[in-house]
């Protein structure tokens, strides 16, 4: 079914994406992917340098995450803008892990016409 292209829509999926985020709930969270989806992200980068900072597909999302969830299980981000056209939306928080200093963050979810999000690009601020 295609997803009603709208900014509002757009945003919807961001907002079920941190509320995913929140809760931990990696099976909801990778329910917003395409399958074959790509996420690029300076962390990436940082802790598996032989990627490039690239992530492809689920299951490589499923264990980026899963790591993530089990390292930092404090982690959370608290949104300060959701900003849409009618293919992606860009997601503007700031990132809070204990012990580490926060960090503003804005990542960009570009999304298909079937309502998942295909490609995923974090920036650090």
Partial sequence: MDLERTPA??????E???ACFAAKDLDGLLALYAD???HTSPKIRARHPETGGLLRGKAALRAWW???FERLPELRYVASALTADLERV???YTRHAPGEPDMPIA???EVNAAGQIFSSRVFHG
């Fill in 16 to 18: 079920r994406w941190l």
């Fill in 66 to 68: 899963a790591d993530a």
């Fill in 9 to 14: 829509a757009l945003r919807t999926i961001a």
């Fill in 90 to 92: 860009v997601m503007e």
């Fill in 107 to 109: 990542e960009v979810l």
């Fill in 36 to 38: 074959d989806a790509v």
